[in-house]
């Protein structure tokens, strides 16, 4: 069974850097799109940003193109996003779950499809 642990988040101030981590503790991530979502208290799990199976493509929600990238080790078993200029409407606890795809290029980032969903890292923006 697929385990997933995120890490990374924490409070910076407005225009600072994050870099989440999500991490493989029981099996393989090699074979799953896996992407990273973000929900803000009393609003829906949003997509955030997939990166395909073979890492040729990537998905990202238009608030944050240009500011974030997503990439993924698979040496390391783990996916990152590195997120820079961050602004406070960033502020939400980030999640990180996997979706199989028979086509490997998929990069659909959907929260409804993916699931092995970590426990969350809280990400907080604010001068």
């Known amino acids: 069974q697929l385990q997933l642990v995120e890490s990374g988040g924490g409070l910076v101030q407005p225009g600072g850097s994050l870099r989440l981590s999500c991490a493989a503790s029981r099996g393989t991530l090699n074979y799953y799109t896996i992407g990273w979502f973000r929900q803000s208290p009393g609003k829906e799990r949003t997509g955030v940003s997939c990166?395909?199976?073979?890492?040729?493509?990537?998905n990202y929600a238009d608030s944050v193109k240009g500011r974030f990238t997503i990439s993924r080790d698979n040496a390391k078993n783990t996916v990152y996003l590195q997120m820079n200029n961050l602004k406070p409407e960033d502020t939400a606890v980030y999640y990180c779950?996997?979706?199989?795809?028979?086509?490997?290029?998929?990069?659909?980032?959907?929260?409804?499809?993916?699931?092995?969903w970590g426990q969350g890292t809280q990400v907080t923006v604010s001068s």
């Open positions: 779950a996997v979706r199989r795809f028979t086509d490997i290029t998929r990069t659909r980032c959907d929260p409804s499809i993916y699931g092995f």
């Open positions: 990166i395909s199976t073979n890492s040729g493509s990537a």
